[in-house]
């Protein structure tokens, strides 16, 4: 019987291989091919939100793309557009190719909410434009004090703020979440798969975070700074 193997395949056992080999430890490479994100930069969430008493939700990037995250750099917002404004995608595992500059990236992670433990539970660091409707503007100092502490250790730096904070101006649809979205949670230093939208709103449920999607994964409202908006 002759075993095929694809190039991607190739490409992540190498990857986690070679990452093993530099040190990072066995369950963080088993939970780096599941959730693809880099292996390094699981080791850094855990020993960062062990250390801060954080709670960071992620969105999965693209499967396959654990090859390649921390090795080419993460898509920017300049990446995912042209000169005439159409939208560049990435392809398969995560990476793209801007078609003028030639620049070659991967799928940036995506975060999805950031809490801090507090006396009555997790706390929101908002990480999103304090003004709503706004696409871009200062976050909460708590926010942008954590994400720069994440980015001194990451080897793909987080590119922008929390999809559960963003409030689309008139006109923009917020990206939302769908049935088959994949979830990484890193609490406290506990690492969490979390495969689907089901799956990531009873997470949420446990530790009594605000949810802001319906059933069908459209946003809802953002929770305000501060407090524990889901238990108000």
Same mark, same amino acid.
């Given at each position: &019987?002759? =075993?095929k193997v *694809?190039?991607a395949?190739a490409a992540?056992?190498?990857?986690l291989?070679d990452?093993g080999r530099?040190?990072v !430890?066995d +369950? +963080?490479?088993?939970?780096a091919?599941?959730?693809? =994100? #880099?292996p390094?930069?699981? #080791?850094?969430?855990?020993l960062?939100?062990r250390?801060q008493g954080?709670l960071? $939700? &992620?969105r999965?990037?693209?499967r396959?793309? $654990?090859a390649?995250?921390?090795?080419l750099p993460?898509k920017?917002?300049?990446?995912?557009?042209? *000169?005439?404004?159409?939208?560049?995608k990435?392809g398969?595992s995560?990476?793209? $190719?801007? @078609?003028e500059?030639?620049?070659m990236? $991967?799928?940036?992670? +995506? =975060? &999805?909410s %950031?809490w801090?433990?507090g006396? !009555?539970g997790?706390?929101k660091l908002?990480?999103?434009?304090l003004t709503p409707g706004a696409e871009r503007?200062?976050?909460?100092?708590a926010a942008?004090d954590?994400?720069? %502490?994440l980015?001194?250790?990451?080897?793909?730096?987080?590119?922008?703020?929390?999809?559960d904070?963003?409030?689309? @101006?008139i006109g923009k649809k917020h @990206?939302?979440v769908?049935?088959?979205?994949?979830?990484a949670?890193?609490r406290? !230093?506990e690492?969490?798969?979390l495969?689907?939208m089901?799956?990531?709103? #009873?997470?949420y449920g446990?530790?009594?975070l605000?949810w802001?999607?319906?059933?069908?994964?459209?946003f809802?409202?953002?929770?305000? @700074?501060?407090?524990n908006?889901?238990?108000a």
């Open positions: &019987m002759t =075993l *694809s190039i395949e992540v056992f190498a990857r291989r990452a530099a040190g !430890g +369950d +963080d490479l088993r939970f091919k599941r959730s693809d =994100l #880099a390094e930069d699981v #080791a850094a969430f855990r960062v939100t250390r954080l960071v $939700v &992620m999965c990037p693209k396959g793309a $654990v390649f995250q921390g090795e993460p920017r917002w300049a990446d995912g557009h042209d *000169s005439a404004g159409r939208t560049v990435s398969e995560g990476i793209g $190719v801007h @078609p500059t030639g620049r990236f $991967v799928s940036d992670y +995506d =975060l &999805m %950031l801090r433990k006396p !009555g997790y706390e908002f990480a999103s434009a503007g200062a976050w909460s100092k942008r954590a994400v720069r %502490l980015n001194t250790v990451l080897r793909s730096k987080l590119q922008h703020g929390a999809q904070d963003f409030t689309p @101006p @990206p939302g769908t049935a088959e979205t994949r979830f949670a890193f406290e !230093g690492a969490t798969y495969d689907g089901a799956a990531c709103q #009873a997470y446990r530790y009594v605000h802001p999607y319906d059933g069908s994964g459209n809802t409202y953002a929770a305000k @700074p501060g407090g908006p889901a238990a």
